[in-house]
Protein backbone atom coordinates (compact mmCIF):
# COMPACT_ATOMS: atom_id res chain seq x y z
CA UNK A 1 0.00 0.00 0.00
CA UNK A 2 1.37 3.66 -0.67
CA UNK A 3 2.01 5.66 1.26
CA UNK A 4 0.55 9.46 1.02
CA UNK A 5 2.91 11.69 -1.83
CA UNK A 6 5.60 14.19 0.76
CA UNK A 7 4.04 12.92 4.16
CA UNK A 8 5.08 9.66 5.25
CA UNK A 9 1.30 9.13 6.60
CA UNK A 10 -0.94 6.01 5.12
CA UNK A 11 -4.19 6.75 3.45
CA UNK A 12 -6.30 7.19 6.41
CA UNK A 13 -3.95 7.91 9.05
CA UNK A 14 -3.82 11.63 8.69
CA UNK A 15 -7.71 11.46 9.49
CA UNK A 16 -7.42 9.22 11.76
CA UNK A 17 -4.31 11.60 14.39
CA UNK A 18 -6.55 14.69 13.07
CA UNK A 19 -9.61 12.75 15.16
CA UNK A 20 -7.20 11.78 18.11
CA UNK A 21 -5.88 15.46 18.33
CA UNK A 22 -9.65 16.87 18.16
CA UNK A 23 -10.44 14.73 21.41
CA UNK A 24 -6.54 15.35 23.12
CA UNK A 25 -7.54 19.03 22.66
CA UNK A 26 -11.54 18.65 24.08
CA UNK A 27 -9.76 16.59 26.69
CA UNK A 28 -7.54 19.84 27.80
CA UNK A 29 -9.46 22.18 27.47
CA UNK A 30 -12.28 20.63 29.49
CA UNK A 31 -9.59 19.17 32.55
CA UNK A 32 -8.35 22.82 32.61
CA UNK A 33 -11.38 24.56 32.70
CA UNK A 34 -13.42 22.18 35.62
CA UNK A 35 -11.04 23.55 38.37
CA UNK A 36 -11.37 26.83 37.44
CA UNK A 37 -15.58 26.52 37.35
CA UNK A 38 -15.44 24.85 40.75
CA UNK A 39 -13.74 27.93 42.43
CA UNK A 40 -16.28 30.42 40.08
CA UNK A 41 -19.03 28.72 41.86
CA UNK A 42 -17.39 28.81 45.11
CA UNK A 43 -16.93 32.77 44.99
CA UNK A 44 -20.73 33.14 43.56
CA UNK A 45 -21.46 31.25 46.49
CA UNK A 46 -19.48 33.18 48.91
CA UNK A 47 -19.89 36.58 48.18
CA UNK A 48 -23.31 36.65 46.22
CA UNK A 49 -22.02 37.53 43.14
CA UNK A 50 -23.98 37.89 40.13
CA UNK A 51 -22.46 35.45 37.51
CA UNK A 52 -19.81 32.90 37.15
CA UNK A 53 -18.31 35.90 34.92
CA UNK A 54 -17.90 38.43 37.75
CA UNK A 55 -16.08 35.46 39.41
CA UNK A 56 -13.37 34.40 36.40
CA UNK A 57 -13.05 38.51 36.32
CA UNK A 58 -11.96 38.56 40.08
CA UNK A 59 -9.52 35.66 39.73
CA UNK A 60 -8.21 36.83 37.12
CA UNK A 61 -7.14 40.56 38.21
CA UNK A 62 -5.96 38.54 41.52
CA UNK A 63 -3.80 36.44 39.41
CA UNK A 64 -2.29 39.22 37.06
CA UNK A 65 -2.02 41.61 40.10
CA UNK A 66 0.14 38.88 41.84
CA UNK A 67 1.52 37.14 39.44
CA UNK A 68 0.54 33.64 40.13
CA UNK A 69 -1.35 31.33 37.68
CA UNK A 70 -4.99 31.38 37.85
CA UNK A 71 -5.27 27.44 37.66
CA UNK A 72 -3.16 27.53 40.77
CA UNK A 73 -5.18 30.60 42.90
CA UNK A 74 -8.43 28.71 41.90
CA UNK A 75 -7.40 25.55 43.50
CA UNK A 76 -5.86 27.30 46.36
CA UNK A 77 -9.33 28.60 46.48
CA UNK A 78 -11.16 25.84 46.62
CA UNK A 79 -9.09 24.17 48.90
CA UNK A 80 -8.97 26.18 51.77
CA UNK A 81 -11.79 27.09 54.19
CA UNK A 82 -14.26 28.95 52.43
CA UNK A 83 -14.19 32.77 53.71
CA UNK A 84 -16.77 33.27 56.30
CA UNK A 85 -19.22 36.05 55.95
CA UNK A 86 -17.72 39.56 57.26
CA UNK A 87 -14.14 38.49 57.89
CA UNK A 88 -11.62 41.15 57.54
CA UNK A 89 -9.52 38.63 54.89
CA UNK A 90 -9.65 35.53 53.03
CA UNK A 91 -7.22 33.77 55.16
CA UNK A 92 -6.37 35.14 59.11
CA UNK A 93 -2.96 37.47 59.08
CA UNK A 94 -0.32 35.29 59.68
CA UNK A 95 3.63 36.25 59.32
CA UNK A 96 5.26 35.66 56.39
CA UNK A 97 8.40 34.30 56.46
CA UNK A 98 11.56 34.41 54.07
CA UNK A 99 11.45 32.18 50.97
CA UNK A 100 13.44 29.13 51.80
CA UNK A 101 16.68 28.75 50.23
CA UNK A 102 17.46 27.10 46.77
CA UNK A 103 21.24 26.63 46.81
CA UNK A 104 20.77 23.14 44.99
CA UNK A 105 19.07 25.27 41.69
CA UNK A 106 22.80 27.01 42.05
CA UNK A 107 21.03 29.97 40.58
CA UNK A 108 21.29 33.86 41.51
CA UNK A 109 18.24 33.71 43.81
CA UNK A 110 16.94 37.27 43.18
CA UNK A 111 16.28 35.93 39.97
CA UNK A 112 13.65 33.29 41.52
CA UNK A 113 10.96 36.02 41.72
CA UNK A 114 8.12 33.71 40.84
CA UNK A 115 7.25 29.93 40.94
CA UNK A 116 7.21 29.99 37.09
CA UNK A 117 11.26 31.30 37.08
CA UNK A 118 11.89 28.51 39.85
CA UNK A 119 10.18 25.87 37.93
CA UNK A 120 12.05 26.35 34.64
CA UNK A 121 15.57 26.21 36.88
CA UNK A 122 14.46 22.99 38.03
CA UNK A 123 13.89 21.83 35.10
CA UNK A 124 17.42 22.98 33.68
CA UNK A 125 18.95 22.07 36.91
CA UNK A 126 17.40 18.42 36.10
CA UNK A 127 18.39 17.98 32.64
CA UNK A 128 22.40 19.09 34.13
CA UNK A 129 22.65 16.63 36.48
CA UNK A 130 21.15 13.60 34.38
CA UNK A 131 22.70 14.53 31.18
CA UNK A 132 19.55 15.19 29.33
CA UNK A 133 18.55 17.96 26.55
CA UNK A 134 14.73 17.19 26.74
CA UNK A 135 12.06 16.98 29.94
CA UNK A 136 9.15 18.75 31.74
CA UNK A 137 7.71 19.59 34.94
CA UNK A 138 4.33 18.53 36.52
CA UNK A 139 2.23 19.89 39.43
CA UNK A 140 -0.43 18.04 41.07
CA UNK A 141 -3.70 19.95 40.29
CA UNK A 142 -6.99 18.07 41.55
CA UNK A 143 -5.46 15.05 41.71
CA UNK A 144 -3.24 14.99 38.13
CA UNK A 145 -0.41 16.08 37.31
CA UNK A 146 -0.72 19.17 35.12
CA UNK A 147 2.27 20.26 32.69
CA UNK A 148 3.90 24.00 33.77
CA UNK A 149 7.41 23.81 31.89
CA UNK A 150 8.87 21.82 29.33
CA UNK A 151 12.27 21.93 26.86
CA UNK A 152 12.84 20.28 23.70
CA UNK A 153 9.62 18.09 23.36
CA UNK A 154 7.30 18.39 20.65
CA UNK A 155 3.75 19.67 20.35
CA UNK A 156 2.36 16.31 20.18
CA UNK A 157 3.93 15.09 23.22
CA UNK A 158 3.01 18.06 24.99
CA UNK A 159 -0.45 18.36 24.45
CA UNK A 160 -0.77 14.60 24.93
CA UNK A 161 0.77 14.90 28.26
CA UNK A 162 -0.36 17.97 29.28
CA UNK A 163 -2.50 16.12 32.33
CA UNK A 164 -1.83 12.72 33.23
CA UNK A 165 -4.06 11.04 35.52
CA UNK A 166 -3.45 7.33 34.76
CA UNK A 167 -1.06 5.01 35.90
CA UNK A 168 0.39 4.35 32.31
CA UNK A 169 3.71 6.21 32.57
CA UNK A 170 6.62 6.65 34.97
CA UNK A 171 5.86 10.00 36.35
CA UNK A 172 2.50 9.03 37.33
CA UNK A 173 4.20 6.05 39.14
CA UNK A 174 6.94 8.03 40.67
CA UNK A 175 4.00 10.05 41.81
CA UNK A 176 1.98 7.21 43.59
CA UNK A 177 5.01 5.73 44.79
CA UNK A 178 6.99 8.89 45.71
CA UNK A 179 9.92 7.84 44.58
CA UNK A 180 12.03 8.34 41.73
CA UNK A 181 11.27 6.23 38.68
CA UNK A 182 13.71 5.62 35.80
CA UNK A 183 12.44 3.66 32.64
CA UNK A 184 15.85 2.66 30.50
CA UNK A 185 14.04 1.39 27.44
CA UNK A 186 10.72 3.17 26.79
CA UNK A 187 10.50 0.82 23.93
CA UNK A 188 10.39 -2.23 26.01
CA UNK A 189 9.62 -1.42 29.18
CA UNK A 190 6.16 -2.28 30.74
CA UNK A 191 5.70 0.63 32.17
CA UNK A 192 3.61 2.97 29.63
CA UNK A 193 0.29 2.06 27.90
CA UNK A 194 0.76 1.71 24.22
CA UNK A 195 -0.85 5.28 23.23
CA UNK A 196 1.73 6.69 25.70
CA UNK A 197 4.71 4.83 24.67
CA UNK A 198 4.21 5.94 20.55
CA UNK A 199 3.86 9.21 22.04
CA UNK A 200 6.89 8.78 23.94
CA UNK A 201 9.01 7.73 21.09
CA UNK A 202 7.76 9.57 18.45
CA UNK A 203 9.22 12.70 20.18
CA UNK A 204 12.86 11.11 20.19
CA UNK A 205 12.62 9.99 23.68
CA UNK A 206 13.98 6.73 24.54
CA UNK A 207 14.59 6.62 27.94
CA UNK A 208 13.18 8.64 30.82
CA UNK A 209 13.50 9.33 34.57
CA UNK A 210 11.30 10.80 36.84
CA UNK A 211 12.18 12.85 40.12
CA UNK A 212 9.33 13.64 42.80
CA UNK A 213 8.76 17.42 44.34
CA UNK A 214 7.94 16.88 47.49
CA UNK A 215 6.33 19.28 50.29
CA UNK A 216 8.00 18.85 53.76
CA UNK A 217 5.86 16.31 55.15
CA UNK A 218 6.91 14.06 52.23
CA UNK A 219 3.68 14.42 49.93
CA UNK A 220 4.25 14.87 46.44
CA UNK A 221 3.51 18.11 44.76
CA UNK A 222 4.84 17.77 41.63
CA UNK A 223 7.23 15.92 39.12
CA UNK A 224 10.57 16.64 36.97
CA UNK A 225 11.41 13.94 34.13
CA UNK A 226 14.25 14.07 32.01
CA UNK A 227 13.86 12.35 28.94
CA UNK A 228 17.49 10.61 26.83
CA UNK A 229 17.60 10.23 23.02
CA UNK A 230 18.90 6.55 23.99
CA UNK A 231 18.44 3.79 26.49
CA UNK A 232 19.64 4.69 29.76
CA UNK A 233 21.78 3.30 32.07
CA UNK A 234 20.66 3.41 35.75
CA UNK A 235 21.64 7.28 37.50
CA UNK A 236 24.13 6.83 39.79
CA UNK A 237 23.82 7.60 43.47
CA UNK A 238 24.76 10.84 43.32
CA UNK A 239 22.44 11.89 40.33
CA UNK A 240 19.71 10.49 42.56
CA UNK A 241 20.81 12.38 45.24
CA UNK A 242 21.32 15.35 43.90
CA UNK A 243 17.70 14.75 42.66
CA UNK A 244 15.94 13.99 45.86
CA UNK A 245 18.11 16.99 47.52
CA UNK A 246 16.04 19.25 44.45
CA UNK A 247 13.25 17.64 44.54
CA UNK A 248 12.97 18.30 48.38
CA UNK A 249 14.27 22.14 48.25
CA UNK A 250 11.90 22.89 45.55
CA UNK A 251 8.91 21.08 47.08
CA UNK A 252 9.73 23.26 50.00
CA UNK A 253 9.89 26.59 48.31
CA UNK A 254 6.20 25.83 46.60
CA UNK A 255 4.49 25.07 49.71
CA UNK A 256 5.89 28.36 50.85
CA UNK A 257 4.93 30.43 47.82
CA UNK A 258 1.55 28.97 47.80
CA UNK A 259 1.26 29.93 51.76
CA UNK A 260 2.73 33.25 51.47
CA UNK A 261 1.85 34.87 47.59
CA UNK A 262 -1.12 32.61 46.65
CA UNK A 263 -2.64 33.53 50.02
CA UNK A 264 -2.42 37.27 49.53
CA UNK A 265 -3.88 36.45 46.20
CA UNK A 266 -7.00 35.10 47.85
CA UNK A 267 -6.85 38.10 50.84
CA UNK A 268 -6.74 40.52 47.99
CA UNK A 269 -9.83 38.96 46.01
CA UNK A 270 -11.54 38.71 49.22
CA UNK A 271 -11.05 42.50 49.85
CA UNK A 272 -11.82 43.43 46.30
CA UNK A 273 -15.52 41.24 46.70
CA UNK A 274 -16.51 42.55 49.80
CA UNK A 275 -15.68 46.65 49.16
Given at each position: MAENSGTGLRPGESGSRDAEQQAIDVRNRKLARAGVARAERLLVSSYRLSSEQEAFDLLRRASQRFNVRLH???????????????????????????????????????????DSA?????????????????????????????????????GRFTDYFTFVDASTTSCAQAAEQSRQVTV??????????????????????????????????GTVIGMISSHHDRPLTPLTAAQAAALDQLGRQVGRWLVWHRNTTVVSALNHLHTTATH
Open positions: TLAETAVHLPAPRPGAASWVPGRPRPAAPPLPVLRADERRLVDVLKTALQRTLHITGAEMGNVQLVQNGMLRMEHHTGLNEDVAASDAFDEASRRTILQTGSRACHSAPLLSPR
